[in-house]
């Protein structure tokens, strides 16, 4: 959690620095909501609450947190004790603009997710260039996740330049750490694969250190507790 927000507080800097440079048509704070997916095998829901900050018509820092809303596990649910939370920071630039409704911005995100489970009847490799694995009854899951990505997006404004929605999107990479302990009944084989179809492997199923491609997109729902001016060309 340590580096997020480090580069959180490292943005407020930077920004501030860039602020004091232009001329300061406008600041102030927002509100943001928007839903999650909590990616521990079967996908559960979360809320992910916000504030943003513009320090002016071009700069803004966004952070945001995530909370699991459905804790219980469903009745054929593998998954027990699922503990997931993650904080998130992105750096914005907003383009100047001719639209009075919305405009376009980029974006640097990073952000950093804790999660903790018992992963019942499953199975893990400890090379991903293997066919083969473990089968376990039961084993402890430690499996936390950083990533960094580009972002880009539409900010489109409602009522009075207080109420948006952002539809964003963003590429980039995911870095895995998973310590898997605690394991019972471990047997080693080659992996069933599906007779038909794509399979799917989580990624904590991977002992180590694994990097993978991020992508995210959504819409996030935005209360301005200023009048909004948008940067105009």
Known sequence: MRKPVFFTFLLL?????????????????????????????????????????????????????????????????????????????????????????????????????????????????????????????????????????FQFGSVIFFSKEKFALDLFAGVGARFINTTISDIENPVRSNIRKPDSGPSFTASYSYAGNVTMLQLNGGVRLMWHFYEFSHPRK
């Open 13 to 149: 800097i930077v920004n501030s620095s860039l602020w004091a440079q232009t001329v300061k048509q406008q600041r102030g704070w927002a509100a943001t909501i928007t839903g999650a997916l909590i990616p521990i095998s079967q996908p559960g829901l979360g809320i992910q609450p916000g504030i943003e900050y513009r320090f002016n018509d071009r700069y803004s820092v966004l952070a945001e947190i995530t909370i699991p809303v459905n804790k219980k596990n469903s009745k054929d649910s593998s998954e027990l004790n699922k503990k997931y939370f993650r904080f998130k920071s992105e750096m914005r630039y907003s383009f100047l603009s001719k639209s009075k409704k919305n405009h376009l911005y980029v974006g640097l995100q990073a952000a950093s997710s804790s999660r903790n489970f018992i992963n019942q009847d499953g199975l893990y490799f400890d090379n991903r260039n293997t066919d083969s694995g473990y089968y376990y009854s039961k084993a402890s899951i430690n499996s936390p996740v950083a990533t960094v990505s």
